[in-house]
T-cell receptor, first 117, second 111 residues
């Protein structure tokens, strides 16, 4: 079964509004989670590393004020897309490393489709 | 800078036709190489983790191998349900947990 859960799976929002995506690690604690963005027929692009209890680390070119990341607990990280625009429409995926399984395997959430209209 | 290159970009096989997918990597101090399967519109599904050269892991029709420069994902007698994009990723160090992904190989198995 899934070990990392994302919610919502699908979301449609109006341009200019904000939308929050949740990423939860199930039955394990994740001090670090990762947020990716994936465009059609392309590979995963790391956006930021979410650190529990501290600020997220953003990759070059990713606007931290637009993509707000909060890692409030050891099992939950949230990505908020602020003032969304149609070009933010994409597939967003989170992942977390479980050090207990297979020696620190990284598991992914099911992904969240964001459509900004 | 870590690099991960997967080949071929796309592969079309007849059902039962075995083949291999390649993942070449350059990284200073490999901590782990991961293989994932991704179906359209879904998050990647974990398949294998390999840690050191010479290591092999199997799961049903899939077998992953690792050398110091590359990894292979062998698919034996594939079935249509094996059709998916297969992603390879490398993790450089335990302290900094960044994972670098390849662009994937899109596999299509024809009945």
């Amino acid at each position: 079964g899934a070990v990392v859960s994302q919610h919502p799976s699908w979301v449609i929002c109006k341009s200019g509004t904000s939308v929050k995506i949740e990423c939860r690690s199930l039955d394990f604690q994740a001090t670090t989670m990762f947020w990716y963005r994936q465009f059609p027929k392309q590979s995963l692009m790391l956006m930021a590393t979410s650190n529990e209890g501290s600020k997220a680390t953003y990759e070059q070119g990713v606007e931290k004020d637009k993509f707000l990341i909060n890692h409030a607990s050891l099992t939950l990280s949230t990505l908020t897309v602020t003032s969304a625009h149609p070009e933010d429409s994409s597939f967003y995926i989170c992942s977390a490393r479980d050090f207990r399984r297979s020696g620190n395997t990284i598991y992914f959430g099911e992904g969240s489709w964001l459509t900004v209209v | 800078e870590d690099q991960v290159t997967q080949s071929p970009e796309a592969l079309r096989l007849q059902e039962g036709e075995s083949s291999s997918l390649n993942c070449s990597y350059t990284v200073s101090g490999l901590r782990g190489l991961f293989w994932y399967r991704q179906d359209p519109g879904k998050g990647p599904e974990f398949l294998f983790t390999l840690y050191s050269a010479g290591e092999e892991k199997e799961k049903e029709r899939l077998k992953a191998t690792l050398t110091k420069k590359e990894s292979f994902l062998h698919i034996t007698a594939p079935k249509p349900e094996d059709s998916a994009t297969y992603l390879c990723a490398v993790s450089e160090a335990m302290g900094y947990q960044k994972v670098t992904f390849g662009t994937g190989t899109k596999l299509q198995v024809i009945p």
